[in-house]
């Protein structure tokens, strides 16, 4: 029963900073482009500090939800593309195959019962980020859509099991796992897959 509600306060929190993201996308349109450097600082430290205020329930959904809008700022220009060149069906679309993936993986862990915590699923999952950090840092001086779209297939694989091993951790540490720090988790995870799919769908259709 504390399993299901701690989920269920998780998914509230996860899809409010959902909602603030939209809301960031929206408000993009009037951020200066010379911003962009500066907000991707502020997001890296406000991820840092979502965690050290994660005891603290005040600051806690300040931080979180100031980096969602953020977040929101910073995928606006990407979205807007594909709706500057008409290609507006794949944002929807990438979202809602975003969103399919969520709920069934949630679905599977929950009702399954799975525990991933204790495997060692987190070290193949983080030697695959660190792999994709490497790639896209790379691809910045290739500029291979190709190689980018290969990337971006690793991150859809990646973040899917990123899923799995979060809801998986909040399920069995209800009580070691702060709701704010993982309703996050769940974002970065939800954020990554989707704008992957941007790019795998907007390459397959020839919009990359």
Same mark, same amino acid.
């Given at each position: 029963m504390e399993q299901t509600s701690f989920l269920t306060r998780v998914?509230?929190?996860?899809?409010?900073s959902l909602i603030v993201a939209v809301l960031g996308v929206y408000m993009s349109r009037y951020v200066p482009s010379g911003y962009y450097l500066f907000l991707v600082i502020l997001e890296f430290i406000l991820i840092f500090a979502v965690n050290f205020a994660s005891k603290r329930p005040? *600051? @806690?959904?300040?931080?979180? %939800?100031l980096f969602t809008f953020i977040s929101g700022v910073m995928i606006g220009p990407l979205i807007y593309v594909f709706f500057n060149i008409g290609a507006? @069906?794949?944002?929807? /679309?990438?979202?809602?195959?975003?969103?399919?993936?969520?709920? *069934?993986?949630t679905s599977i862990v929950y009702f399954f019962n799975?525990?991933?915590?204790?495997?060692? &699923?987190?070290? %193949?999952?983080?030697?695959?980020?660190?792999?994709?950090?490497?790639a896209s840092i790379v691809n910045i001086f290739l500029r291979n859509p190709l190689f980018n779209f290969y990337i971006s297939v690793v991150v859809v694989l990646i973040f899917s099991g =990123?899923?799995? =091993?979060?809801?998986?951790? &909040?399920l069995e540490n209800p009580?070691?796992?702060? /709701? =704010?720090?993982?309703?996050?988790?769940l974002y970065l995870d939800f954020v990554n897959i989707f704008i992957a799919l941007l790019n795998i769908l907007g390459f397959l259709q020839g919009k990359d």
């Open positions: 998914l509230t929190i996860f899809s409010l005040t *600051l @806690a959904p300040i931080f979180l %939800f507006g @069906a794949i944002v929807f /679309e990438a979202l809602s195959i975003t969103a399919i993936i969520f709920i *069934l993986l799975i525990n991933l915590v204790n495997s060692k &699923i987190w070290i %193949f999952l983080l030697v695959g980020l660190i792999g994709i950090i490497i =990123y899923i799995l =091993y979060d809801i998986s951790n &909040i009580n070691m796992t702060n /709701e =704010y720090v993982a309703a996050l988790a």
